[in-house]
């Protein structure tokens, strides 16, 4: 099984999820929740996909595998992975996501959600474990109830009323549709919001769109748009639709941690979760206490539950790819958004532009307002991912070695392994390497005093990967 658990869900090419191993992952998610009592014999699994090609077959796949384990699959159709959460967790129901978010179309993947929201890292282990014995045969895929009307709308109403008395009234705002399924969702509440939604450039081929580390190609047709259209800013968002992508006035795009800052402000989170891939200067930005995890969702609403625990009411967590899960009910306008601990692209949409009007800004303004740190991030695609596990192993254990690959870079003051190598130079810049736990990549971050230097660090940091490792 090629296939495996990535920093959120499983992930693989698509021959190594359609030759079984979806399937099997599936049968043994239903075992789990069974075994474990999460769920009783009929029990409805929600099944929902995104827009890729290969996301119907193995949607059929699992839902044969659901079924042969005695549990009902109900298809909730193409729609955004947190409508889906919604739905399902108010229903009291586990569900899949079929789903590899924004990684080419020649991969895919499953999420999987219990009752109550994202498997843990212990759910993960109990669903590895038990995969292997789960490739018997499957029986004939049956037709499933179709639910994707009702949990669609859903997701849509709980946002009716976030900016009363016509805070958006009058933004007009560009939707790069792309093959999000989070789109018509995204048009239908910022509509609703008496927004002017522009919708531009969708696409029946599925096209990868990263938010964390946007390509150019992605970032001159925003800019392109915004100046042609005369928009006050352009949203869009994952495959998936649970990472936002907002671009301001002026064509430039936000960092999702910046996105993330805004909203803990906005909604006045008493404590926040994110990774310590997010910009260093949100501890002083944000008057909540602020906890550092590892990278992937499991982590950071594992940190959630925690500060739950401890009494906050207002807990908030993000990612530096802009996605925001939300740990208890918050009330906003004349909405009550139940919790939500999976990542949401919308949240962060609507907070961007509710919080700079509300402010009286410009969407540029009040991001420049927040004083971060200027911060950037790429990543080495085609990558292969032992080459940068191996890397980034020897430059955290051997000092010179580490030393010697920084040379060119700077003096290293300061070393960072929680979730591969994050390295302070003396410079006071800031260089981070970690292998993705989604695709063959190299994800490279960086922190500097420009914008132009933090580029200009992720290019030389490039160089040398490449240089060190004879990989292009």
């Known amino acids: 099984m090629a296939a495996k658990f990535g920093t959120s869900g499983l992930r693989g090419l698509v021959g190594d999820l359609t030759d079984g191993t979806a399937a099997a992952h ?6 789990h929740l069974r075994q474990s009592g999460m769920a009783d014999a009929g029990a409805p699994v929600f099944i929902g996909r995104d827009m890729r090609a290969s996301s119907p077959e193995i949607s059929a796949q699992c839902a044969a595998a659901l079924n042969a384990e005695g549990l009902e699959p109900v298809d909730c159709g193409v729609l955004p992975t947190p409508a889906l959460a919604l739905y399902a967790m108010g229903k009291g129901a586990a569900a899949l996501m079929i789903t590899g978010s924004h990684i080419p179309d020649d991969r895919n993947g499953v999420k999987f959600y219990r ?127 649970d990472r936002p992508l907002v671009v301001d006035e002026t064509g430039q795009v936000l960092r999702g941690d910046a996105l993330g800052l805004i909203v803990a402000r906005y909604l006045g989170a008493d404590a926040v979760v994110t990774p310590v891939t997010s910009n260093t200067g949100i501890e002083s930005r944000c008057p909540a206490e602020v906890r550092r995890t590892r990278v992937g969702s499991p982590f950071v609403i594992a940190g959630m539950s925690e ?24 009330k906003v306008g004349d909405a009550q958004l139940a919790a939500l601990p999976t990542r949401d692209s919308v949240l962060p949409v609507l907070c961007a532009f509710a919080a700079a009007r509300a402010a009286g800004q410009s969407l540029s303004a009040h991001v420049a307002s927040l004083g971060l740190p200027v911060a950037a991030s790429d990543r080495i695609e085609n990558f292969p991912t032992a080459v940068s596990q191996a890397l980034v192993t020897e430059l955290s254990k051997d000092e010179a070695a580490r030393n010697r690959f920084f040379e060119p870079l700077g003096q290293v003051s300061g070393v960072d392994v929680t979730d591969g190598l994050r390295v302070a130079l003396e410079s006071g810049e800031i260089v981070h390497l970690r292998p993705s736990g989604n695709a063959p990549e190299m994800r490279i971050y960086s922190e500097a005093a420009t914008e132009a230097l933090a580029h200009d660090l992720i290019v030389r940091t490039r160089d040398r990967v490449r240089a060190v490792t004879g990989k292009e």
Not at 26 to 31: H, K
């Open 26 to 31: 599936a049968r043994a998610f239903a075992r």
């Open 115 to 241: 009752p109550d929201g994202e498997i843990d890292k212990n759910d993960e282990l109990a669903i590895s474990s038990l995969a292997p014995a789960c490739n018997e045969p499957l029986p004939v895929a049956q037709i499933m109830r179709d639910r994707s009307s009702e949990a669609n709308a859903g997701f849509i109403e709980r946002y009716r009323g976030f900016a009363p008395g016509g805070l958006l009234s009058g933004l007009r705002i560009g939707l790069y549709e792309h093959s999000s399924a989070a789109s018509d969702a995204l048009a239908a509440i910022l509509q609703d919001a008496g927004v002017d939604v522009i919708r531009l450039g969708k696409s029946s081929v599925f096209i990868p769109v990263d938010t964390e580390a946007v390509s150019q190609e992605t970032r001159t047709l925003a800019a392109g748009w915004v100046r042609s259209q005369a928009l006050d800013g352009l949203v869009s968002a994952d495959g998936d639709g």
């Open 307 to 330: 500060a739950l625990a401890r009494g906050r009411q207002g807990v908030i967590g993000f990612e530096a790819n802009g996605g925001v899960l939300t740990g208890n009910s918050i």
